[in-house]
């Protein structure tokens, strides 16, 4: 079965030759820049503590990291939106691949976007996720653990040129996004893995997850 980075390596040639050449340039030059600045500083790691939060599931009820760990560790996914074929790939992966195994670990796995809870099912549903989606209002938590960022200005351009508004898909009308991210978080809200991606079309492997809870497993 192809990895989460080979299939993403496919969608990336197909985007090249779809697109029209000068907004896969804009895209292409900002994958570009974010490989040469990489991860910026400040992001959260294994060993750091979250604080307690509440975010709306796709129906608009409130979810609290409390009870997301009040049973085992979370597995937390951080993805840019439903409109990102390279957030479906993974989310789709993580369905299909991941969730079957969670059970031996007690594990919970959720996806948070800045998406609105509306925005939020039609993810789900498009990609038939029988995972929690949670809506990250204003990109707040992304903003907590250091992975928020506002695009620049050419490629918010080049998105509205497809059709796709940030602005309109985003809760609280924020263009920001997450940089891709997996949390391993225990009941005691600790970070115990951490795997962040400056490039957007990067995902973490569903082998690397497993890893990591095996190794809170042998603890």
Same mark, same amino acid.
Request: with cysteine.
């Given at each position: 079965?192809?990895?989460?980075?080979? =299939?993403?390596?496919?969608?990336?040639?197909?985007?090249?030759? &779809?697109?029209?050449?000068?907004?896969?340039?804009?895209?292409?030059?900002?994958?570009?820049?974010?490989?040469?600045? @990489?991860?910026?500083? @400040?992001?959260?790691?294994?060993? +750091?503590?979250?604080?307690?939060?509440?975010?709306?599931?796709?129906?608009?009820?409130? %979810?609290?990291?409390?009870?997301?760990?009040?049973?085992?560790?979370?597995?937390?996914?951080?993805?840019? @939106?439903?409109?990102?074929?390279?957030?479906?790939?993974?989310?789709?992966?993580?369905?299909?691949?991941?969730?079957?195994? *969670? +059970?031996?670990?007690?594990?919970?796995?959720?996806? %948070?976007?800045?998406?609105?809870?509306?925005?939020?099912?039609?993810?789900?549903?498009? /990609?038939?996720?029988?995972?929690?989606?949670?809506?990250?209002?204003?990109?707040?938590?992304? &903003?907590? %653990?250091?992975? /928020?960022?506002?695009?620049?200005?050419?490629?918010?351009?080049? =998105?509205? $040129? *497809?059709?796709? +508004?940030?602005?309109?898909?985003?809760?609280?009308?924020? $263009?920001?996004?997450?940089?891709?991210? %997996?949390?391993?978080?225990?009941?005691?809200?600790?970070?115990?893995?951490?795997?962040? &991606? $400056? +490039?957007?079309?990067?995902?973490?492997?569903?082998? /690397?997850?497993?890893? $990591?809870?095996? @190794?809170?497993?042998?603890?």
């Amino acid at each position: 079965m192809s990895t989460i980075t080979q =299939q993403a390596a496919e969608i990336s040639a197909a985007s090249a030759t &779809h697109l029209p050449a000068e907004i896969a340039q804009v895209f292409a030059d900002e994958q570009r820049r974010w490989r040469e600045r @990489g991860e910026p500083s @400040g992001i959260v790691g294994a060993g +750091d503590r979250l604080e307690e939060f509440t975010l709306a599931d796709a129906a608009g009820a409130p %979810v609290t990291l409390g009870e997301l760990v009040a049973d085992g560790p979370a597995v937390i996914v951080f993805y840019r @939106g439903g409109w990102c074929p390279y957030c479906n790939l993974a989310l789709r992966t993580y369905q299909r691949e991941l969730l079957p195994l *969670l +059970d031996r670990y007690n594990a919970r796995l959720v996806a %948070v976007s800045p998406q609105s809870p509306d925005q939020s099912l039609s993810t789900a549903e498009k /990609a038939e996720l029988s995972f929690t989606v949670l809506s990250d209002t204003g990109s707040r938590l992304a &903003h907590d %653990v250091g992975i /928020a960022f506002q695009p620049a200005e050419e490629v918010l351009a080049a =998105q509205r $040129a *497809l059709g796709l +508004d940030l602005k309109q898909v985003n809760d609280a009308g924020s $263009a920001e996004l997450p940089m891709p991210t %997996v949390l391993i978080v225990d009941n005691e809200r600790t970070v115990r893995f951490a795997d962040t &991606h $400056a +490039d957007y079309t990067a995902r973490t492997e569903v082998a /690397a997850i497993i890893d $990591a809870l095996d @190794g809170l497993a042998d603890v």
